[in-house]
């Protein structure tokens, strides 16, 4: 069975400071993919980032870092230089395609 | 709009009524999710159709919940006998290659 654990419920930072949200994974399957979302509270999931267990090399994209480390099951997500929109619940999902096993969120909270 | 679409955004039902919800997933997209959130909850997987035809169902999707992409186009979700435990927030997905891309959701509310 497939198990995603997002240990932090909530996190909460004062702008610009940078946020990390742990995710740690489970699988027997040797191909996978792992996944970031973000839900606003308008309540629509958004995508953020997709990784394939082939391919540890951490990302940056803008604001936005990502370290997966295939040795511990990890798959961390950085927010640097936070702001007040980047409020949301965060879900780290284990899977391929569009089934997803999700975690139960990490709710990040910046304040002004 | 070339995004996932659903209607209705919000849906009040009493207890024993049945309810269809729609789906709209992005055009070249032939693979279509249903996933179902309730609060404090991540996203959990009911089902999923590859064009028209329904691969696999969880075993949350009970025999009340009935789910069709008959043109292997947009997808309803039917609920019969709705029991306040559904109250949720009801998610479709599309996927082509890659990530999924997420509509809005339709939040049923059962008194």
């Known amino acids: 069975a497939q198990k995603v654990t997002q240990a932090q419920t909530e996190i909460s930072v004062v702008e610009k400071e940078d946020v990390t949200l742990d995710c740690v994974y489970e699988?027997?399957?040797?191909?996978?993919?792992l996944f970031w979302y973000k839900q606003p509270p308008s309540g629509e999931l958004v995508f953020l980032i997709r990784?394939?267990?082939?391919?540890?090399q951490n990302e940056i994209s803008g604001r936005y870092s990502w370290n997966f480390q295939k040795s511990t099951s990890s798959f961390n997500f950085t927010i640097t230089a936070s702001q007040v929109v980047d409020s949301a619940v965060y879900f780290c999902?284990?899977?391929?395609?569009?089934?997803?096993?999700f975690g139960a969120g990490t709710q990040v909270v910046v304040t002004p | 709009d070339t995004g996932v679409s659903q209607n209705p955004r919000h849906k009040i039902t009493k207890r024993g009524q049945n309810v269809t919800f729609r789906c709209d997933p992005i055009s070249e997209h032939n693979r279509l999710y249903w996933y179902r959130q309730t609060l404090g909850q991540g996203p959990e997987f009911l089902t999923y159709f590859q064009n028209e035809a329904q691969l696999e169902k969880s075993r949350l999707l009970s025999d009340r919940f009935s789910a069709e992409r008959p043109k292997g186009s947009f997808s309803t979700l039917e609920i019969q006998r709705t029991e306040q435990g559904d109250s949720a927030m009801y998610l479709c997905?599309?996927?082509?290659?890659?990530?999924?891309?997420f509509g809005q959701g339709t939040r049923l509310t059962v008194v």
């Open positions: 699988t027997r399957d040797t191909t996978y993919y």
């Open positions: 990784r394939n267990s082939f391919d540890e």
């Open positions: 999902a284990l899977g391929s395609w569009g089934k997803l096993q």
């Open positions: 997905a599309s996927s082509l290659q890659g990530g999924a891309f």
